[in-house]
């Protein structure tokens, strides 16, 4: 159990959610430019990672990841943590790695290989947030099939356990009833608002720095037809 969830969490479980008990989110970091959305939290969009390379003009109409044809050099980070870069068939993938742990593998899977026949596959991954324990980071793609008439992009995040490699869900940090029991009303509190076709997932959680062994935790809702948005939401509960 990571305990210090719970000061996160703990209005979220008590009493009746309303968009006035969605406060500010710290930036963790300064990985992203958040847009604000003080009544929910914030929006965190794929533009705004830090150290990203955008799309020229003249690519794919709507890609926002510029596609990549050479894998870049490692990218070692603090804590051990390093970004590793894979390219084949014109397609790159960023994997990120814990001293000898995998946590996301530079691979291309069965799908990508798919679309890397016709068309091409980046994807970029960013750390948001990291201490001795844990590590979370956005996850962004941007792909295109031939002959279709647009790009696509993905923008999510996922948190990884440090000491064993393995990526994190809500039902790690909550007993799985109380977990379920803080999405169901997480959705609840977003039904209705602007941004009611935002989807809550057990995986789509972001630790920030916090009082209690030093993080929090975020749900990160997914945008708009989640595999094909470049856009989440950060909500934290205080």
Same mark, same amino acid.
């Given at each position: 159990?990571?305990?210090?969830?719970?000061?996160?969490?703990?209005?979220?479980?008590?009493?009746?959610?309303?968009?006035?008990?969605?406060?500010?989110?710290?930036?963790?970091? /300064?990985?992203? +430019?958040?847009?604000? =959305?003080? $009544?929910? #939290?914030?929006? %965190?969009?794929?533009?705004?990672? *830090? &150290?990203?390379?955008?799309?020229?003009?003249?690519?794919?109409?709507?890609?926002?990841?510029?596609?990549?044809?050479?894998?870049?050099?490692?990218?070692?980070?603090? /804590?051990?943590? +390093?970004?590793?870069? =894979?390219? $084949?068939? #014109?397609?790159? %993938?960023?994997?990120?790695?814990? *001293? &000898?742990?995998?946590?996301?593998?530079?691979?291309?899977?069965?799908?990508?290989?798919?679309?890397?026949?016709?068309?091409?596959?980046?994807?970029?991954?960013?750390?948001?947030?990291?201490?001795?324990?844990?590590?979370?980071?956005?996850?962004?793609?941007?792909?295109?099939?031939?002959? *279709?008439?647009?790009?696509?992009?993905?923008?999510?995040?996922?948190?990884?356990?440090?000491?064993?490699?393995?990526?994190?869900?809500?039902?790690?940090?909550?007993?799985?009833?109380?977990?379920?029991?803080?999405?169901?009303?997480?959705?609840?509190?977003?039904?209705?608002?602007?941004?009611?076709?935002?989807?809550?997932?057990?995986?789509?959680?972001?630790?920030?720095?916090?009082?209690?062994?030093?993080?929090?935790?975020?749900?990160?809702?997914?945008?708009?037809?989640?595999?094909?948005?470049?856009?989440?939401?950060?909500?934290?509960?205080?």
């Amino acid at each position: 159990m990571y305990a210090g969830v719970w000061l996160a969490l703990a209005a979220l479980l008590a009493g009746d959610v309303g968009e006035d008990m969605f406060g500010a989110i710290s930036r963790g970091g /300064g990985c992203v +430019r958040h847009a604000p =959305r003080p $009544e929910i #939290g914030h929006l %965190v969009v794929i533009k705004d990672l *830090a &150290d990203v390379h955008l799309a020229f003009k003249g690519t794919p109409t709507t890609a926002v990841l510029e596609q990549r044809r050479h894998p870049p050099p490692d990218r070692p980070l603090r /804590g051990g943590l +390093r970004i590793t870069t =894979r390219c $084949e068939q #014109g397609c790159c %993938v960023d994997g990120l790695m814990a *001293a &000898d742990k995998v946590l996301l593998a530079p691979e291309l899977d069965a799908d990508d290989r798919r679309t890397c026949r016709n068309g091409w596959v980046d994807r970029v991954v960013r750390v948001a947030f990291q201490d001795r324990a844990v590590v979370s980071v956005y996850v962004a793609r941007s792909w295109f099939d031939a002959g *279709a008439a647009h790009a696509n992009d993905q923008l999510r995040c996922r948190s990884f356990d440090l000491a064993t490699g393995r990526p994190l869900k809500l039902g790690d940090v909550l007993e799985r009833a109380e977990a379920q029991h803080a999405i169901d009303r997480t959705r609840r509190a977003l039904r209705g608002g602007a941004f009611a076709d935002f989807t809550l997932t057990p995986a789509g959680i972001r630790f920030q720095p916090g009082p209690v062994r030093g993080h929090d935790v975020q749900f990160c809702a997914e945008g708009r037809h989640p595999a094909k948005s470049d856009q989440i939401l950060e909500i934290y509960p205080r």
